[in-house]
């Protein structure tokens, strides 16, 4: 295995473990999940790759999902849902930025839960980049999405082979896209798995 010069991290999964918005809000609100799918099978996918804005979507749902409150209101509900930290995995982000690596974030999300993330968890404080798939304009897995992700770390720290960069993710489905586009990827299980990876290319904890 080429020794990495970039890491790429998962969020959901990975770094940051999160309850599911629409199971605590049917279970919560007495809205079954059929009258929800509907909003995350069509509005919400456009928002996940910047061609909807969520608070406008979720405007359009609000009697139907029987929420008193405002769109924002319902955001701050909808991001209070889980969202904690993995207390292991995410210590080593500076750890392995300390030694060397370019460390980045990957994510599946729309623009107000990433910048919700950021600011909650001190992101932009610790990744080099972050890749979300509303500012790419795509899945973060897709083709246009690792292009892109790729296109960047080119221009910006001189990344010219795709298997310098080590991405993990907790998805196989995601990880064969990944490897099929040419990076190093690789199936996140559990931190001990991880450790052991990353310790066996010389990168400690």
């Known amino acids: 295995m080429k020794n990495p010069k970039v890491i790429i991290y998962d ?12 199971d605590s809000y049917s279970k919560e609100f ?13 509005p919400f ?9 969520l608070k406008e979507e979720l405007e359009k749902v609000l009697d139907i999902w ?3 409150g405002t769109a924002n209101q319902l955001l701050d509900y909808w991001f209070s849902v889980g969202s904690t930290l993995d207390e292991k995995v995410f210590p080593t982000i500076s750890k392995f ?13 729309e623009k107000y839960r990433k910048e919700y993330l950021v600011t909650k968890f001190g992101y932009d404080k610790v990744f080099n980049e972050i890749f979300s798939s509303a500012e790419l304009g795509a ?13 960047i770390l080119k221009d910006k720290y001189g990344i010219e082979d795709r298997d310098e960069i080590m991405y993990w993710d907790d998805r196989e489905g995601n990880v064969e896209h990944i490897n099929q586009f040419g990076m190093n990827g690789q199936h996140y299980k559990n931190y001990e798995e991880f450790r052991d990876v990353m310790a066996g290319l010389g990168y400690l904890v």
């Open 30 to 42: 007495g809205i079954e999940m059929d009258i929800m799918s509907p909003f995350f099978e069509g």
């Open 97 to 109: 930025k300390d030694q060397g690596l370019i460390v980045c974030l990957a994510t599946n999300q």
């Open 11 to 22: 969020n959901d999964g990975m770094i940051c473990h999160s309850g599911r918005f629409s």
């Open 45 to 53: 996918k456009n928002c996940l790759v910047g061609k909807a804005d």
């Open 139 to 151: 899945y973060k897995n897709s083709e246009k999405g690792l292009q892109k992700t790729f296109d």
């Open 66 to 68: 029987n929420w008193k």
